[in-house]
């Protein structure tokens, strides 16, 4: 599959022409402009052209988009039909908030399981179970897990990431807060809600 | 106090260089230069530079930062001396992680306390105390809230936002995954850690 980069932003808005898309009435026909799609969603019409030639082209001038060839070129950029399987290590407060959290699929990502060293911590039988770290590697191989979520405590972080690389994932998640090696093909992406929060501050702290 | 906006990235890397400066042994003096902190963080030269450029001007050419004087001004910049509070709305598995991370305090941010409005999820005496969302306007009032976090389910997020409007929070950051409204002068950060994830998974896909 031919992917090229597209902003984040534009990648955010994807769920929500699905949505729009899937929730218009039968009886409006098959084709849809963009200026209709900016209006339902209160967003401007110049940036749903922009997005939507991104992702599948342009429509055509005063006719617009067809409708169910434009959800399958999103449904596509998004990997809906391309789902990627995830681990997570760590099953603590965030842990297990991140693994109950039912939004990923929307963005084609399923978190099949949580890890954990704590005994008290694992739960089988359960949609998501908490399974012991001894099995990661395991599972990992025998699931074709491509991403790995680090929630432990910035103390253990490395470790597990190790643990993970070597189970052949190749991206990692990390919300610990420390500096992690990853070798060149294995993407890293660095989470800080702290800093998330003291942007957020900041910029009040200007506007005051 | 005058404070300018600095970019995201820069106000992430002061509590580096603030940890930093703090663990620097006596003997080496109360000079030091961008190059050396470069060097001590694995961080770019050019990149030190242009921070601390932007929090507390120029080193003295050859001499470098007076190391007492650099600290103040990091630390005045991220708002350690002018603590602001925080609440947070939902006490469930997310929010009771975010109410247990001590990280936000590096950054001057306190999250007093967290509130719902199930009685099972109340806890009082502790050190963050769970309160009843009844108490909420009363709470923000005696202890200035200045910031509310949005831990709630989508269906209950709006009605929330509202509240902690009328509490007289002036930003909040918002986990939910829905569109809030606020007064003009209200600052509101959509947080969707769904769309770091499924970021970080487009670009893997790109990658391989």
Partial sequence: MAVC??????LGRIPLYIQYLKKLPEENGEMISATKIARGLLLGEVQVRKDLALISGCGRPKIGYERTKLMQALEKRLGCNDITNAVLVGA?????A??????FEDFGIRILAGFDCDENALRTGENKPVLSIKDLEEYCRDNNVKIGIITVGQGSAPEVCDMLVSCGVKAIWNFAPCTL?????????QENLALSLAHLNSQMKIKK
């Fill in 5 to 10: 980069s597209i902003p984040k932003a534009t």
């Fill in 98 to 103: 991140l693994l109950n959290y039912a939004g």
């Fill in 92 to 96: 603590g407060k965030l842990g297990r």
């Fill in 181 to 189: 090696k990853v070798p060149h093909d294995v993407l890293l992406k």
